[in-house]
């Protein structure tokens, strides 16, 4: 069976794939405000996983859509040669400064089904942190945003309790007893952002 008349179909595709992913990338690194959308902060957390993905189908695409080897194999060897040790240097700083961190805590709002807070810890180079965000709506057009960052380098700023007091107020305590209390508004944005540590 001959394959060569699905070299320059498979290379279009590929290419085609590359952009794709290549947009997904940027729309994930663009996305990180506060009020984002769920949907585009879960493309943030998985940039990496993409972005290997694009340089495999871009350097597929290459590897098939070129006849001349004089300008494939440099087109090849510079995308991996550059690719490559970027990806992994991303991965090793992700790795150190902690990843998206696992979810410790969901309550919903008192009566309201479509208001949640979610606590989630991560670890940062040394010290675990606490990060509280408020998620407003429904998906997929659910949007998120920060109210407290409690940062674990003393005991007494470990985050201890984050409770729903009313529809529309947080109340976060830390270990040392301070209590910080938040207003969230309507559309979902809380009033200040509290930062511990």
């Not at 696992?102 to 709002?109: C, D, G, M, N, R």
């Not at 040394?126 to 965000?133: A, K, Q, T």
């Not at 920060?146 to 109340?171: C, K, Q």
Request: aromatic content about 6%.
């Amino acid at each position: 069976m001959n394959f060569t008349r699905y070299r320059r179909p498979s290379a279009v595709l590929l290419l085609a794939a590359a952009v794709v992913l290549g947009s997904a990338i940027v729309v994930g690194l663009e996305s990180g405000g506060e009020g984002a959308l769920v949907l585009l902060l879960g493309l943030r957390e998985g940039v990496l996983l993409l972005a290997w993905l694009a340089l495999a189908a871009l350097t597929g695409a290459v590897l098939l859509g070129l006849k001349d080897s004089k300008l494939r194999v440099p087109l090849v060897a510079i995308l991996l040669v550059v690719g490559i040790p970027a990806l992994l240097l991303g991965s090793w700083v992700s790795a150190i400064f902690g990843g998206p961190g696992e979810e410790v805590k969901t309550e919903s709002a008192p009566g309201r089904g479509d208001r949640r807070l979610i606590v989630v810890e991560t670890s940062s180079f040394l010290d675990p942190v606490w990060c509280v965000y408020v998620y407003q709506g429904n998906p997929p057009l659910e949007r998120r945003w920060s109210v407290g960052y409690f940062n674990g380098d003393a005991e007494h700023n470990e985050l201890s309790e984050t409770v729903w007091t009313a529809p529309d107020r947080i109340r976060m305590t830390t270990e040392g007893g301070a209590v910080h209390e938040v207003t969230i508004t309507p559309g979902g944005r809380p009033d200040r952002v509290v930062s511990v540590g």
